[in-house]
Protein backbone atom coordinates (compact mmCIF):
# COMPACT_ATOMS: atom_id res chain seq x y z
CA UNK A 1 0.00 0.00 0.00
CA UNK A 2 2.67 2.74 -0.25
CA UNK A 3 0.43 3.88 -2.96
CA UNK A 4 -1.86 4.84 -0.34
CA UNK A 5 0.77 6.40 1.90
CA UNK A 6 2.50 8.56 -1.01
CA UNK A 7 -0.85 9.73 -2.48
CA UNK A 8 -2.06 12.22 0.56
CA UNK A 9 1.58 13.63 -0.36
CA UNK A 10 1.58 14.40 -3.97
CA UNK A 11 -1.45 15.89 -3.89
CA UNK A 12 -0.38 18.34 -1.29
CA UNK A 13 2.58 18.66 -2.57
CA UNK A 14 0.52 19.50 -6.05
CA UNK A 15 -1.94 22.08 -4.59
CA UNK A 16 1.04 23.34 -2.37
CA UNK A 17 3.28 24.40 -5.26
CA UNK A 18 0.80 25.59 -7.43
CA UNK A 19 -0.70 27.94 -4.38
CA UNK A 20 3.04 29.22 -4.09
CA UNK A 21 3.41 29.74 -7.85
CA UNK A 22 -0.03 31.40 -7.53
CA UNK A 23 0.96 33.80 -4.71
CA UNK A 24 4.30 34.54 -6.76
CA UNK A 25 2.68 35.44 -10.11
CA UNK A 26 -0.42 36.42 -9.52
CA UNK A 27 -0.84 38.90 -12.40
CA UNK A 28 0.66 35.96 -14.84
CA UNK A 29 -1.87 34.66 -17.65
CA UNK A 30 -2.84 31.12 -16.45
CA UNK A 31 -0.96 29.39 -19.72
CA UNK A 32 -2.84 26.15 -19.38
CA UNK A 33 -6.14 26.70 -19.68
CA UNK A 34 -8.04 25.96 -22.89
CA UNK A 35 -10.11 28.33 -24.85
CA UNK A 36 -12.39 25.31 -25.79
CA UNK A 37 -13.49 24.67 -22.32
CA UNK A 38 -14.52 27.35 -20.38
CA UNK A 39 -14.37 27.28 -16.56
CA UNK A 40 -17.11 26.23 -14.74
CA UNK A 41 -19.09 28.49 -12.17
CA UNK A 42 -20.35 25.24 -10.03
CA UNK A 43 -20.83 26.03 -6.46
CA UNK A 44 -18.37 23.49 -3.82
CA UNK A 45 -21.32 21.62 -3.03
CA UNK A 46 -21.87 21.16 -7.07
CA UNK A 47 -18.19 19.94 -7.75
CA UNK A 48 -18.20 17.25 -4.88
CA UNK A 49 -21.39 15.98 -6.06
CA UNK A 50 -20.32 15.51 -9.42
CA UNK A 51 -17.22 14.17 -8.57
CA UNK A 52 -18.75 11.35 -6.75
CA UNK A 53 -21.33 10.84 -9.33
CA UNK A 54 -18.25 9.85 -11.72
CA UNK A 55 -17.22 7.72 -8.47
CA UNK A 56 -20.51 5.99 -9.09
CA UNK A 57 -19.79 5.06 -12.87
CA UNK A 58 -16.25 3.74 -11.81
CA UNK A 59 -14.35 7.88 -13.00
CA UNK A 60 -13.35 8.66 -9.67
CA UNK A 61 -10.04 9.41 -11.23
CA UNK A 62 -11.51 11.20 -14.12
CA UNK A 63 -13.74 13.45 -11.74
CA UNK A 64 -10.84 14.13 -9.43
CA UNK A 65 -9.07 15.54 -12.48
CA UNK A 66 -12.10 17.69 -13.61
CA UNK A 67 -12.01 19.22 -9.53
CA UNK A 68 -8.35 19.80 -9.65
CA UNK A 69 -8.04 21.19 -13.20
CA UNK A 70 -10.50 24.11 -12.04
CA UNK A 71 -7.56 25.47 -10.22
CA UNK A 72 -5.17 27.08 -13.33
CA UNK A 73 -1.92 26.90 -11.67
CA UNK A 74 -1.65 23.21 -11.77
CA UNK A 75 0.45 21.77 -14.65
CA UNK A 76 -2.15 18.90 -16.79
CA UNK A 77 0.58 16.59 -15.85
CA UNK A 78 0.64 16.54 -12.44
CA UNK A 79 -2.83 16.58 -12.27
CA UNK A 80 -2.64 13.42 -14.66
CA UNK A 81 -0.46 11.82 -12.28
CA UNK A 82 -2.40 12.52 -9.02
CA UNK A 83 -5.86 11.71 -10.96
CA UNK A 84 -4.47 8.45 -12.20
CA UNK A 85 -3.13 7.48 -8.67
CA UNK A 86 -6.00 8.03 -7.12
CA UNK A 87 -7.98 6.30 -9.34
CA UNK A 88 -6.14 2.88 -8.79
CA UNK A 89 -6.38 3.91 -4.94
CA UNK A 90 -10.19 3.75 -4.81
CA UNK A 91 -10.65 0.55 -7.46
CA UNK A 92 -8.95 -1.38 -4.02
CA UNK A 93 -12.15 -0.35 -2.41
CA UNK A 94 -14.85 -1.98 -4.17
CA UNK A 95 -18.00 -0.66 -5.50
CA UNK A 96 -19.19 2.52 -4.92
CA UNK A 97 -22.34 3.22 -2.64
CA UNK A 98 -23.30 6.90 -1.56
CA UNK A 99 -21.61 10.04 0.11
CA UNK A 100 -22.81 12.77 2.52
CA UNK A 101 -20.97 16.07 3.24
CA UNK A 102 -20.61 15.99 6.97
CA UNK A 103 -18.88 18.84 8.04
CA UNK A 104 -18.85 22.36 6.18
CA UNK A 105 -16.64 25.25 7.22
CA UNK A 106 -16.74 28.43 6.18
CA UNK A 107 -12.77 30.14 6.83
CA UNK A 108 -13.85 33.21 4.93
CA UNK A 109 -16.62 34.47 2.41
CA UNK A 110 -13.98 33.28 -0.30
CA UNK A 111 -12.40 30.19 1.16
CA UNK A 112 -14.67 27.04 1.98
CA UNK A 113 -13.70 23.75 3.51
CA UNK A 114 -16.14 20.48 3.21
CA UNK A 115 -15.52 17.23 4.41
CA UNK A 116 -17.34 14.04 3.54
CA UNK A 117 -17.79 10.83 3.65
CA UNK A 118 -17.79 8.23 0.83
CA UNK A 119 -19.04 5.00 1.21
CA UNK A 120 -17.69 1.92 -0.71
CA UNK A 121 -18.22 -1.35 -0.51
CA UNK A 122 -15.56 -2.73 1.27
CA UNK A 123 -14.50 0.73 3.64
CA UNK A 124 -15.95 4.22 4.22
CA UNK A 125 -13.07 7.09 2.77
CA UNK A 126 -13.39 10.76 4.32
CA UNK A 127 -12.11 13.58 2.07
CA UNK A 128 -11.51 17.11 2.94
CA UNK A 129 -11.78 19.65 -0.10
CA UNK A 130 -10.64 23.18 0.54
CA UNK A 131 -11.80 25.50 -2.17
CA UNK A 132 -11.63 29.11 -3.09
CA UNK A 133 -13.03 32.02 -4.61
CA UNK A 134 -10.92 34.65 -5.91
CA UNK A 135 -14.19 36.77 -6.42
CA UNK A 136 -15.55 35.69 -9.54
CA UNK A 137 -17.61 33.20 -8.23
CA UNK A 138 -15.20 30.39 -9.88
CA UNK A 139 -14.65 28.45 -6.73
CA UNK A 140 -11.25 26.47 -7.55
CA UNK A 141 -10.00 23.28 -5.90
CA UNK A 142 -7.08 24.55 -3.68
CA UNK A 143 -6.50 21.48 -1.48
CA UNK A 144 -7.57 17.95 -1.19
CA UNK A 145 -7.24 15.79 2.09
CA UNK A 146 -8.29 12.16 2.24
CA UNK A 147 -7.74 8.99 4.75
CA UNK A 148 -9.54 5.74 5.01
CA UNK A 149 -9.28 5.63 8.39
CA UNK A 150 -11.93 7.71 10.10
CA UNK A 151 -10.66 8.20 13.21
CA UNK A 152 -7.71 9.96 12.05
CA UNK A 153 -9.95 13.16 10.33
CA UNK A 154 -12.57 13.07 12.98
CA UNK A 155 -9.82 12.65 15.43
CA UNK A 156 -11.00 16.50 17.11
CA UNK A 157 -14.37 15.50 17.12
CA UNK A 158 -14.38 12.03 18.72
CA UNK A 159 -11.32 13.96 21.47
CA UNK A 160 -14.17 16.10 22.21
CA UNK A 161 -17.29 13.81 22.44
CA UNK A 162 -15.09 11.76 24.30
CA UNK A 163 -13.99 14.41 27.31
CA UNK A 164 -17.39 14.79 28.54
CA UNK A 165 -18.14 11.47 28.85
CA UNK A 166 -16.26 11.02 32.31
CA UNK A 167 -13.94 8.08 32.31
Given at each position: MKMKALFPL????????????NAQNQEAPAA?????????????????????AMCKQGRGGEGLREMLSSNPVVK?????????????MISQMGAFIDFK???????????LVLR???HFERQPFVNEFTFY??????????????DAN???????????????GGN
Amino acid sequence: MKMKALFPLAVALLLGSAATVNAQNQEAPAAAESPARPAPKLSPKQQITGFYAMCKQGRGGEGLREMLSSNPVVKAEDVQKVADAFAQMISQMGAFIDFKIVKETEISERTLVLRSVAHFERQPFVNEFTFYDPGSGDWRLVHLRYDANLATMFQDEIRNSSSGGGN
